[in-house]
């Protein structure tokens, strides 16, 4: 038999331009896809929670005096706890599915936005926080407060209590590529979140009611998913800097 052709040693080692530009590419093309998880979980909240809330007579829902979870309560009764309030909410399934549809797209946002985020112990630690606090609505949505109270209550804690370190994290660990001052107000969302957080549980109010207070507490991290979300879509910020696509 003739031998063959020679081969060239190693050539399937050898990485070209292309296959470079293909290493580059893919975090870009998943980052995106975060984007867009985000953007479309937290506008079908808000959506849902008008739409829900609407659905409320006699009487209406009210920002200040209702808490957000009030609108998933499957029964109809009056509730003591924390502030008096009658609770019937016709649409709680739409809520209960838009919390859990919400808390599973801001953790699958934070799991693929990996170029948005500094590689050091900041960023990893504000996107674990951040899935946590997705982790939390989830919990939230399956677990209506009457219920189970106790799984409704830890999905709350890790919403606004690891989702609010989390993005205080995330002025941190945003990636340099972000503008700087697009990181500190991420970092002060953070800290007024967290502030709030302690009004809400100590029942001080500040005029805002308990609900009111609460929200303060609870939406500064779906604010700033889908700003954040719409920047990076419409290329408003960078997605990813220089100095991460040579990693």
């Not at 960023?123 to 799984?151: C, H, I, K, T």
């Not at 957080?197 to 805002?208: K, M, N, V």
């Not at 990076?232 to 696509?245: D, G, K």
């Amino acid at each position: 038999m003739r031998p063959g052709p020679p081969t060239r040693s190693g050539s399937s080692d050898r990485s070209g331009p292309s296959d470079r530009r293909d290493q580059i590419a893919r975090p870009k093309y998943f980052a995106r896809l975060g984007y867009f998880a985000w953007v479309v979980g937290v506008a079908q909240f808000f959506v849902l929670h008008v739409v829900v809330e609407s659905a409320w007579h006699s009487p209406a829902y009210s920002w200040a005096r209702n808490n957000i979870s009030d609108l998933g309560n499957v029964h109809c009764a009056l509730q003591s706890d924390p502030e008096p309030r009658y609770i019937c909410s016709p649409e709680h399934g739409l809520m209960n599915g838009s919390f859990i549809a919400l808390g599973a797209l801001l953790a699958v946002g934070a799991a693929l936005t990996g170029p948005l985020w500094r590689k050091g112990a900041a960023g990893v630690s504000a996107r674990l926080l951040l899935a946590g606090g997705g982790v939390g609505f989830v919990l939230a949505g399956l677990a209506p407060s009457d219920v189970d109270e106790n799984q409704h209550a830890l999905g709350a804690l890790l919403v606004m209590g690891a989702g609010n370190i989390g993005l205080t994290l995330a002025g941190a660990g945003l990636a340099g590529s972000v503008p700087r001052a697009l990181r500190r107000l991420t970092g002060l969302l953070g800290v007024v979140a967290i502030t709030a957080l302690g009004l809400f549980l100590s029942e001080r109010y500040l005029g805002l009611g308990m609900g009111g207070m609460e929200r303060v507490a609870a939406f500064p991290i779906l604010v700033w998913a889908l700003v954040i979300g719409a920047l990076a879509i419409f290329r408003l910020i960078p997605a990813i800097s220089r100095e991460e696509c040579n990693h």
